[in-house]
């Protein structure tokens, strides 16, 4: 395994410790919810409680590794968005999430589970998270002119920033949930924070990147008083997911 590899898995993994010990996207039912069903298992089968209109998608991954997902939204939209949730959850916490930014954005909501995990399944490999979310956007953009968005939580914000440079345009928005790796050495314009400011860690990794935005196009932020960390920043604090949902529809206004 090559060391920048190998050093990502070991920040994942620690990401990921660090998370469930301050009660992050752990911490209630819903990050659970969808983790253990058999690859490509239905939607419904996987999320059985959401009641919602996405459908069940696949697109090829890095190495032609069948990565199965969510889609939501109108197929006319001209803005689609690819979220990476956190390692600690499935899509099926954030679908309902995605259904709420459809909605009052206008645009598709792309959702996939990380290789190892709920309906993708197979072996885990933190190494194609950025290559497999670039896919996504390829998936979304596939013989249409569409506007790509990123929202990433936690780790699923590393891996949206790692993506950024694989992507043949830059995203219209790029959305930081949570970060805990300042990957981004200069933020991409329009980019959107949010954070807690009571995590030691995230606080000092976001306010890095916020010091990172491009001239005349600061970042965005939402910095919030607590200690919930990702899925669960979004749940307990009802002005978070507006502020995504703005990110998105900056696509279309800014």
Not at 46 to 60: D, K
Not at 87 to 95: E, G, H, N, P, V
Not at 106 to 116: C, H, K, P, S, Y
Not at 142 to 168: F, H, K, M, N, Y
Request: proline content about 6%; overall charge neutral.
């Amino acid at each position: 395994m090559a060391a920048a590899a190998f050093a990502a898995v070991v920040l994942i993994v620690a990401a990921g410790l660090w998370i469930r010990a301050r009660g992050g996207d752990s911490a209630k039912n819903d990050a659970d919810v969808g983790r253990s069903v058999a690859p490509g298992a239905p939607l419904a089968q996987q999320c059985p409680t959401y009641s919602g209109s996405a459908e069940r998608i696949s697109f090829l991954g890095e190495g032609g590794t069948t990565i199965y997902g969510s889609l939501t939204g109108p197929k006319t939209a001209k803005t689609a968005v690819v979220i990476r949730n956190g390692a600690s959850s499935t899509i099926c916490q954030w679908l309902p999430w995605a259904d709420r930014i459809s909605a009052e954005s206008g645009a598709r909501v792309l959702l996939f589970d990380r290789r190892g995990t709920g309906g993708t399944g197979g072996a885990a490999n933190t190494g194609s998270e950025a290559a497999d979310a670039a896919a996504a956007a390829a998936y979304l953009t596939e013989g249409q002119q569409v506007r790509i968005a990123l929202v990433g939580a936690s780790l699923g914000s590393t891996a949206v920033q790692d993506t950024v440079s694989l992507l043949p345009s830059p995203p219209c928005a790029t959305v930081l949930v949570s970060p805990v790796v300042p990957a981004l050495k200069a933020l991409p314009v329009n980019t959107w924070i949010t954070w807690e400011t009571q995590g030691e860690n995230v606080n000092a990794v976001a306010t890095s990147l916020t010091q990172r935005a491009p001239a005349g196009s600061p970042a965005h932020t939402l910095p919030v008083a607590t200690r919930h960390h990702s899925g669960q920043l979004v749940r307990e604090h009802p002005e978070v997911l507006p502020f995504i949902t703005d990110a998105v529809k900056s696509c279309t206004t800014g």
